[in-house]
């Protein structure tokens, strides 16, 4: 449920580093930052729910783990990445 609610920044990072050039540095930061809170905004509320029961954050993480996701999994999901 939560993934497919997350604001898309890997598109918008892909899209950004495909033609660099295509817009100014500061809108393309400014538009990065948007992205930023939007997320922060969508999961803050649930990611305290997670911390505040140890039980249900060890379920969240195994879960994230079977599917390769998490925050140690975006370096090989980002743009240009190997």
Same mark, same amino acid.
């Given at each position: 449920?939560?993934?497919?609610?997350? %604001?898309?920044?890997?598109? @918008?990072? $892909? =899209?950004?580093?495909?033609?660099?050039?295509? /817009?100014?540095?500061?809108?393309?930061?400014?538009?990065?930052?948007?992205?930023?809170?939007?997320?922060?905004?969508?999961?803050? %509320?649930?990611?305290?729910? @997670?911390? $505040? =029961?140890?039980?249900?954050?060890?379920?969240? /993480?195994?879960?994230?783990?079977?599917?390769?996701?998490?925050?140690?999994?975006?370096?090989?999901?980002?743009?240009?990445?190997?």
């Amino acid at each position: 449920m939560l993934h497919e609610r997350l %604001p898309r920044i890997l598109p @918008l990072l $892909a =899209e950004y580093t495909a033609v660099p050039e295509a /817009r100014p540095v500061q809108e393309r930061l400014a538009e990065i930052a948007r992205h930023a809170v939007r997320f922060h905004e969508s999961t803050t %509320p649930v990611g305290a729910s @997670l911390f $505040a =029961e140890p039980a249900l954050l060890a379920r969240h /993480r195994e879960e994230l783990r079977k599917m390769d996701q998490g925050p140690e999994t975006l370096p090989t999901r980002m743009p240009g990445s190997r």
